[in-house]
């Protein structure tokens, strides 16, 4: 396996998460199929690992859309949660598919991007604000009931240039920045860097109290 592999040192960390996410490793048991399970919804996941909140956002807009065969109609009601990714990366339309770079890329379009367009760190926290009130609108028209926080970047600077009742860290204290703050054990992290499943457990675990607690109306 390619966890084996990785172990005997043939691949590195990189490979072994482009291996994960190419294979679709982490959505069969990964936090949010855990959560809605708790919560005894229906489970319409549109995530896709190392998308920018760009992609997140044009994925979520077409994945809904009219002429998209998912169909809401049978619900009476639905929930969104967003977690948002690290405002660093960004996203393009490749040869019909999206497409998403962070900043830490070593290809050319991160050079001339960093060097012509994000400046400092707030420039990508205005283009997260930009999409998560996209998202957020769009919901609002759709009668969509709708949540967001961050997975594993501190919210804190986004907090400061937009709030929102929807932010599901505005009810915690002490504030918990980002979900990732959960996992306060090496156990719950696996090699790539990400939570493995226990991890995952966690988040969905610290994710039910939270909404149960918190947002009685929503969930």
């Known amino acids: 396996t390619a966890l084996e592999k990785f172990n005997d040192g043939l691949i590195d960390g990189n490979e072994l998460y482009r291996i994960s996410i190419q294979n679709n490793c982490f959505y069969p048991n990964a936090w949010p199929s855990i959560l809605s399970d708790r919560l005894e919804y229906d489970l319409l996941n549109v995530a896709r690992g190392g998308d ?3 992609a997140s956002a044009k994925r979520f807009v077409c994945e ?3 002429k998209n065969p998912v169909d809401l109609s049978k619900y009476e009601s639905v929930t969104v949660l967003w977690l948002l990714s690290d405002p660093f990366r960004f996203s393009f ?6 497409r998403s770079w962070h900043a830490s890329s070593t290809d050319e379009i991160i050079k001339w991007y960093t060097i012509d367009v994000h400046k400092t760190d707030l420039d990508g926290w205005l283009e997260t604000k930009f999409y998560l009130k996209s998202v957020e609108n769009y919901c609002k028209i759709n009668n969509f009931k709708f949540l967001y926080g961050s997975a594993f970047t501190d919210i804190g600077p986004l907090n400061d240039i937009y709030t929102s009742p929807n932010n599901i860290h505005n009810h915690e204290y002490p504030p918990c920045l980002k979900i990732s703050a959960y996992l306060n054990a090496k156990r719950y992290w696996a090699h790539c860097g990400h939570p493995n499943a226990q991890g995952h457990i966690k988040i969905a675990e610290s994710l039910y109290d939270m909404l149960k607690k918190n ?3 929503m969930v």
């Open 52 to 54: 920018a909140n760009s």
């Open 64 to 66: 809904f859309d009219e």
């Open 93 to 98: 339309y490749v040869n019909h598919q999206l």
């Open 215 to 217: 947002f009685k109306g």
